[in-house]
């Protein structure tokens, strides 16, 4: 199974970016995708996640109304569109595929590698 993140960069706060992240040798429909991300010295946090369908998705209060999941399942890839980006959003991000979902890190099965993300002020 490999998940593999892109769409990372160097941007100015208000911008935006697309992450996405394609699967391979995974099941791609049969799981929950989820976004994640971990800043520089802190743990690695929820950002997203979003239902086997697509119709249902989660967010992170502090990414709601700026930030959208979305997935495609002909293309085994899910999306992250970040908006209004600020500071505060500078980390890695890593997507993850979950038999279970939801907002903790053990209940996804595989991960990505990881794109960075830097918003400068």
């Known amino acids: 199974v490999q998940l593999q993140a892109s769409g990372g960069g160097l941007v100015q706060a208000g911008d935006s970016l697309r992450l996405s992240c394609a699967a391979s040798?995974?099941?791609?429909?049969?799981?929950?995708m989820g976004w994640f991300r971990q800043a520089p010295g802190k743990e690695r946090e929820y950002v997203a996640h979003?239902?086997?369908?697509?119709?249902?998705?989660y967010y992170a209060d502090s990414v709601k109304g700026r930030f959208t999941i979305a997935r495609d399942n002909a293309k085994n890839t899910v999306y992250l569109q970040m908006n209004s980006l600020k500071p505060e959003d500078t980390a890695v991000y890593y997507c993850?595929?979950?038999?279970?979902?939801?907002?903790?890190?053990?209940?996804?099965?595989?991960w990505g590698q990881g794109t960075e993300v830097t918003v400068s002020s």
């Open positions: 993850a595929a979950g038999q279970q979902g939801g907002t903790i890190t053990n209940a996804y099965q595989y």
């Open positions: 040798a995974l099941t791609f429909s049969r799981y929950i």
């Open positions: 979003i239902s086997r369908s697509g119709v249902d998705t």
